[in-house]
């Protein structure tokens, strides 16, 4: 048996197309265009191309985008009251402020300091923890973790009574992830460097989320036949046939794993492009409550 591939490319092409949609009906009802705010601390060249990357997906779907950028020296009051300031702006209904941040700045002060209603990263101590309280809802659910939900959705995955598998417990990605399968009535395992017999929990999984950083760590041996598989590692490995002499693999031994699966994820191409969908998806949600005077929209 082969897996079905879950095109996270195509999915998010397919988002961004819904994305765009919805900014011009609220510019044609009169609305304020959506607009988002980048805030990068330092000169991290990574963080630097993501940051551009995003700036560029606003532009095709046609939120407004403004970038902000604070020297790696920058003092922890220079990037709160940064914050604050673009919390007070009307063209601006989401803040993102792109992680990590240079040592010796606390990061959650900083998180602190986004307003609500504009976190559309999902990264506010309250928006987390209204994820992880039974009966509240959080104004926003950051961006990977929404992205990976979307494409389980995508890809048939049955979430009432499955057994799910978290391979991570990142603030960013494994956590959340888990909250978000806990809500949808699976029975959750988060999985770690302490987890006893990792090979035997993970293949009682009926969906896993590998998202631990190792390369091509999660065998065929133990993948459930028929589970649902997403890979959100990207790693880089040495390959001198390939152009740049490296190439990027993920968590999951992708060509082992294919054969035993139901649906997966390749990397590149999988959960990648869902992020910045998600983070575009929740701009436009931003706008539309701060339009409707912070009530939800739904």
Request: hydrophobic share 45%.
């Amino acid at each position: 048996m082969t897996a079905k591939l879950i095109d996270g490319k195509q999915i998010a092409a397919d988002l961004r197309q819904q994305v765009a949609a919805e900014v011009t009906r609220l510019v044609q009802a009169g609305k304020p265009r959506p607009g988002l705010a980048t805030v990068l601390v330092g000169d991290n060249p990574a963080s630097q191309v993501y940051v551009r990357m995003k700036h560029k997906a606003c532009t095709q779907v046609g939120i407004e985008s403004f970038g902000f950028t604070l020297p790696a020296d920058a003092s922890q009051e220079e990037v709160e009251t940064l914050v604050r300031e673009l919390n007070a702006d009307p063209r601006v209904h989401g803040i993102l402020v792109q992680l990590p941040l240079p040592s010796g700045l606390d990061e959650e002060r900083v998180l602190n300091a986004i307003s609500l209603q504009k976190d559309v990263d999902g990264f506010h101590p309250l928006n987390i923890g209204r994820l992880a309280q039974k009966g509240r809802d959080p104004l926003f659910v950051p961006c990977t973790p929404a992205g990976i939900m979307y494409l389980l959705e995508q890809a048939g995955a049955q979430f009432d009574g499955a057994n799910a598998v978290v391979l991570g417990r990142s603030n960013i990605v494994g956590m959340p992830a888990a909250l978000l399968l806990i809500r949808r009535n699976a029975t959750v395992t988060v999985c770690h460097s302490h987890t006893r017999d990792l090979p035997e929990v993970i293949r009682r999984a009926d969906i896993l989320i590998a998202a631990v950083g190792r390369p091509r760590m999660v065998r065929a041996g133990w993948v459930k036949p028929g589970a649902v598989v997403i890979d959100v590692g990207v790693n880089r490995v040495e390959d001198p046939a390939a152009k740049k002499g490296y190439r990027l693999v993920g968590d999951v031994d992708f060509d082992e794993v294919k054969e035993v699966a139901g649906a997966i994820t390749p990397v590149p191409g999988g959960v990648g492009p869902m992020t910045i969908a998600m983070l575009l998806k929740n701009t436009v949600r931003a706008a539309r409550l701060q339009n409707n005077g912070g009530l939800p929209d739904n």
